[in-house]
């Protein structure tokens, strides 16, 4: 499409975009150096300039990460264009510009007081390659981040950041939380990457602006949006470990209209590399349909209606049981029947240039049945989220506030009594004031008010204040020094009841347990220049989260611990690019403790270490060769031992023409997977008995396919 400039006489309006991926820029620069005027588009990549004299102008258009780009005007104007487009090409030796959505102001990440940090779209591409069924092997990759396994032969998985439960983390979508509560347990494994154009971590307190359940962090998976240009992507895979994928991406913006769908079959055949006679990867049968509407009624208002259905059948267990049915020796199997069904409204308006307002809403449903071969479990989650936010913009300050409704019921479709209903409306404000040219600071203040049907509500009353200061020294070195409170209401959803499928497990008394209260803080220094192509950067981050009275899970019945949990540590991260060869190293440490009745000891599941390095040559347009190590030290198990420390290896190579990518991925080519030197049960294989699963059960896989994009 042809560039935005829409101009009546004397007046430049521009809407500035990305040349590569259509996306409008937010927060690049516009100057008219002969009557020295400097603006920025807004959060829809849109400024009009007022007031330009008669004559000839030459007008200048920059982006990080982009090249200039220099237009010549005449006042009065020939013709009456009401809007063009401005493209930006990248610019060569750049790092690519990021823009985050999480903080709800769409700013440039490197301007942003909170600590942000993102996966974007060409690394999206890569690891669509990589792992095309679910986004798990995307996150276990991340520094600071790991999946927890949750059932050895059903293959369910949380989320940790920074040693802490998957129950302190908040996944979202597009920021709403269409996967909390008891749908949880299967989420990660059950969201594609294909739709998605990046993926936002805030490790550490994010309650101002979410909620006090982010303990941890959270996580916001950005799907992909319409432009100008079709999008019909269709990606074809399979695995060594009997596994296969299609799916498809189409998305177009029209005039005033735009559309997105993805849709997907997964399939995987029940798969036991080691013979331990228990599947490492359950039969998975699962469909995934994402429609959404986009209506674009004028240049400030942007809607967006969508609908998410997943359907899932998995069946793990013993492989005769599986292949054979069940007989007097074979009898274990665990079966997880799913349907996940949500809706997703977002309509956004800008009342001018400095005055924004959204309203945001998700209503979602999820059954699933747990089949085991002596008890089950069955219910339905019926949950919503509502909110309106207003954000007021100006040079050196800007005010984001709003409020919010929550609402998560479980009702069990069964004989147990594993109810749970919770409802939180909370009010926020949050301020960046810019002092100084080098000082960013962003305060934050968040009300929630929780019923959970208890006798006490004062017990539901929270006040969580955050702080956030960035320090930008100069161009190569900057700092972000933070911390906020944070709280989980009493819940039945964690890794433990996921382990045990909630059987027996009776309903949390709310009125006898306290909500867990936390506390984290942060400092971060990053250093990075530029040289030409070359770019070399390094982030050192240290980190302490303490979270009072956690909910643990003692037999069949949840209490407060005597104590409280808390994890301190650090993380390393090493970027280098050159020319088309980039290097990437990372390193946790998290010393994650439990001091619990007056005596300290280390909690299960938690490696101290964590190193990943990864190394990618793209030839642009032509050709990706990536390799990737992955290192995890020792960690206690929950029975007292100790976990094997472990070296993953994996490779891949892409080969890019214009319509159509092929790829082949090794993951874990070395085979390192924890049948190969421990045990994963006890007991016998009629009442097995199942340990810790702490690293890979499939092993090496290798998958191949192709990329069909129109």
């Known amino acids: 499409m042809m560039p935005v400039i829409a101009y009546s006489q004397y007046t430049i309006t521009a809407i500035i975009r990305s040349q590569l991926t259509k996306e409008v820029l937010s927060g690049a620069v516009i100057a008219i150096p002969q009557y020295k005027i400097t603006v920025q588009t807004d959060s829809l990549g849109k400024v009009t300039i007022h007031n330009i004299p008669k004559g000839e102008v030459e007008v200048y258009f920059s982006f990080v990460g982009y090249a200039l780009k220099k237009k010549e005007f005449v006042f009065p104007a020939k013709k009456l264009v009401e809007v063009y487009e401005i493209e930006l090409e990248p610019g060569a030796g750049e790092l690519e510009e990021v823009i985050i959505s999480t903080t709800r102001n769409n700013k440039n990440i490197d301007l942003i007081p909170t600590r942000v940090e993102a996966i974007t779209k060409e690394e999206m591409d890569e690891k669509s390659a990589m792992s095309p069924g679910n986004i798990k092997m995307l996150l276990n990759e991340s520094t600071g981040i790991t999946t927890q396994q949750t059932s050895a032969v059903s293959g369910s998985a949380d989320i940790r950041i920074q040693g802490l439960d998957g129950r302190y983390t908040q996944l979202l979508k597009d920021g709403m939380p269409l996967y909390n509560g008891f749908s949880g347990g299967l989420s990660i494994m059950q969201i594609p990457p294909l739709d998605l154009k990046q993926v936002e971590f805030i490790k550490g307190s994010a309650s101002t602006l979410y909620g006090g359940g982010a303990i941890a962090g959270l996580v916001n998976l950005i799907s992909k949006t319409p432009g100008n240009k079709k999008e019909l992507s269709v990606l074809l895979n399979g695995t060594s470990a009997k596994g296969a994928d299609a799916s498809i991406f189409y998305g177009e913006r029209f005039k005033k ?37 986009f209506y674009y009624p004028n240049n400030n208002t942007t809607c967006s209606i969508g609908i998410n259905l997943t359907t899932e059948n998995r069946f793990g267990g013993d492989m ?27 309509i956004e308006y800008k009342i001018n240039k400095d005055n924004r307002i959204q309203l945001k809403n998700t209503i979602g449903s999820f059954n699933r049945k747990i089949i085991l071969p002596t008890s089950g479990f069955y219910g339905q989650q019926l949950s919503s989220f509502s909110e309106v936010n207003y954000t007021n913009t100006r040079k050196k300050m800007e005010w984001i506030t709003g409020i919010n409704f929550y609402t998560d019921k479980l009702t069990p479709q069964d004989t147990s009594k594993m109810n749970y209903n919770l409802n939180t409306a909370g009010v926020f404000i949050q301020n960046t004031y810019k002092p100084l040219q080098w000082v960013t600071l962003e305060t934050g203040l968040r009300t929630d008010i929780n019923s959970d049907g208890t006798k006490d509500n004062s017990k539901g009353l929270f ?8 320090f930008t020294f100069n161009k190569k070195w900057s700092s972000r020094i933070g911390g906020g409170m944070g709280y989980k209401m009493p819940s039945p959803f964690n890794e433990e009841a996921e382990e045990k499928g909630y059987q027996n497990i009776l309903p949390i008394n709310a009125n006898s347990i306290n909500a867990e209260k936390s506390y984290g803080l942060h400092a971060d220094i990053t250093y990075k220049i530029k040289e030409g192509e070359n770019v070399f950067s390094i982030n050192q981050l240290f980190f302490y989260t303490n979270v009072n009275t956690p909910l643990i899970l003692q037999g069949n019945k949840f209490a407060s611990a005597n104590g409280y949990l808390d994890t301190k540590g650090m993380e390393t991260n090493i970027r280098m690019n050159f020319d088309e060869l980039n290097f990437y190293i990372g390193y946790t440490l998290a010393d994650v403790k439990q001091h619990y009745n007056s005596t300290v000891s280390a909690q299960p599941l938690t490696p101290e270490n964590r190193i990943n390095f990864d190394v990618a040559y793209e030839k642009e347009n032509c050709y990706r060769v990536g390799f990737e190590a ?8 929950s029975d007292g031992s100790t976990g094997k420390d472990y070296l993953m290896l994996g490779f891949l190579f892409q080969k890019m023409w214009k319509n159509i990518d092929v790829f082949i991925n090794a993951e874990n080519f070395t085979d390192r997977r924890q049948s190969r030197w421990d045990a994963i049960y006890t007991g016998t294989i009629t009442h097995p008995v199942f340990k810790d699963i702490y690293t890979s059960l499939e092993g090496a896989v290798v998958n191949a396919g192709v990329k069909i994009k129109l």
């Open 257 to 293: 209209t735009g559309l997105t769908v993805y849709g997907a079959y997964n399939y995987n055949a029940a798969y036991d590399p080691s013979s331990s006679g228990f599947s490492a990867i359950p039969e998975t049968k699962r469909i995934t349909l994402n429609p959404k509407l």
């Open 320 to 346: 005769k049981v599986l292949e054979l049915g069940a007989d007097s020796v074979h009898q274990y199997y665990e079966k997880n029947n799913s349907t996940r069904l949500s809706s997703q409204l977002n």
């Open 463 to 470: 006040l969580l204040p955050s702080i956030n200061t960035l």
């Open 630 to 637: 992955f290192y995890t030290g020792t960690q206690l198990l």
